[in-house]
Protein backbone atom coordinates (compact mmCIF):
# COMPACT_ATOMS: atom_id res chain seq x y z
CA UNK A 1 0.00 0.00 0.00
CA UNK A 2 1.27 4.12 -0.76
CA UNK A 3 0.27 6.56 1.69
CA UNK A 4 -0.73 9.32 0.19
CA UNK A 5 -1.99 12.96 1.88
CA UNK A 6 -5.64 14.33 2.47
CA UNK A 7 -6.47 17.75 3.28
CA UNK A 8 -9.80 17.75 5.49
CA UNK A 9 -11.00 19.87 8.29
CA UNK A 10 -9.67 20.30 11.46
CA UNK A 11 -12.28 18.63 13.41
CA UNK A 12 -11.96 15.28 11.52
CA UNK A 13 -8.12 15.97 11.86
CA UNK A 14 -7.99 16.15 15.62
CA UNK A 15 -10.82 13.27 15.52
CA UNK A 16 -8.27 11.19 13.35
CA UNK A 17 -5.56 11.72 15.86
CA UNK A 18 -7.64 10.53 18.49
CA UNK A 19 -9.39 7.94 17.68
CA UNK A 20 -8.33 4.29 17.71
CA UNK A 21 -6.47 2.06 15.43
CA UNK A 22 -8.86 -0.01 14.84
CA UNK A 23 -11.07 3.14 13.84
CA UNK A 24 -8.52 4.55 11.58
CA UNK A 25 -8.22 1.07 9.84
CA UNK A 26 -12.35 0.79 9.34
CA UNK A 27 -12.25 4.36 8.30
CA UNK A 28 -9.11 4.13 5.61
CA UNK A 29 -10.63 0.83 3.78
CA UNK A 30 -13.71 2.57 3.64
CA UNK A 31 -12.51 5.28 2.08
CA UNK A 32 -10.06 3.34 0.12
CA UNK A 33 -13.05 1.84 -1.57
CA UNK A 34 -14.77 4.84 -2.24
CA UNK A 35 -11.61 6.08 -4.39
CA UNK A 36 -11.02 3.31 -6.02
CA UNK A 37 -14.26 3.35 -7.57
CA UNK A 38 -14.33 7.16 -8.29
CA UNK A 39 -10.86 7.13 -9.82
CA UNK A 40 -12.62 4.79 -12.26
CA UNK A 41 -15.22 7.57 -13.51
CA UNK A 42 -14.20 9.18 -16.62
CA UNK A 43 -15.99 12.84 -16.01
CA UNK A 44 -17.20 14.71 -12.81
CA UNK A 45 -20.67 14.66 -13.11
CA UNK A 46 -20.20 10.69 -13.03
CA UNK A 47 -18.05 11.33 -9.76
CA UNK A 48 -20.59 13.53 -8.01
CA UNK A 49 -23.59 11.41 -8.91
CA UNK A 50 -21.50 8.04 -7.64
CA UNK A 51 -20.83 10.56 -4.51
CA UNK A 52 -24.48 10.92 -3.71
CA UNK A 53 -24.73 7.59 -4.24
CA UNK A 54 -22.83 6.71 -1.87
CA UNK A 55 -23.73 8.52 0.48
CA UNK A 56 -27.63 7.41 -0.30
CA UNK A 57 -26.54 3.78 0.39
CA UNK A 58 -24.41 4.91 3.22
CA UNK A 59 -27.80 6.21 4.80
CA UNK A 60 -29.90 3.49 4.01
CA UNK A 61 -27.90 0.94 6.34
CA UNK A 62 -27.65 3.68 8.85
CA UNK A 63 -24.65 5.36 7.90
CA UNK A 64 -25.60 8.85 8.80
CA UNK A 65 -23.28 11.88 8.80
CA UNK A 66 -24.24 12.60 12.69
CA UNK A 67 -23.07 8.59 13.22
CA UNK A 68 -20.18 8.74 11.19
CA UNK A 69 -19.20 12.12 13.25
CA UNK A 70 -20.24 10.07 16.43
CA UNK A 71 -17.93 7.29 15.53
CA UNK A 72 -14.96 9.53 14.93
CA UNK A 73 -15.42 11.33 18.07
CA UNK A 74 -15.89 8.03 20.79
CA UNK A 75 -13.16 8.09 22.90
CA UNK A 76 -11.05 4.90 22.57
Given amino acids: M ?16 YSSEKKRQ ?3 NTINKMLQIA ?4 EDTDFIEFIKEVQDKAAERGLTE ?3 NDILNEPD
Fill in 2 to 17: ERIILEVDDQVAKSWR
Fill in 66 to 68: DVL
Fill in 39 to 42: FKRK
Fill in 26 to 28: EVN
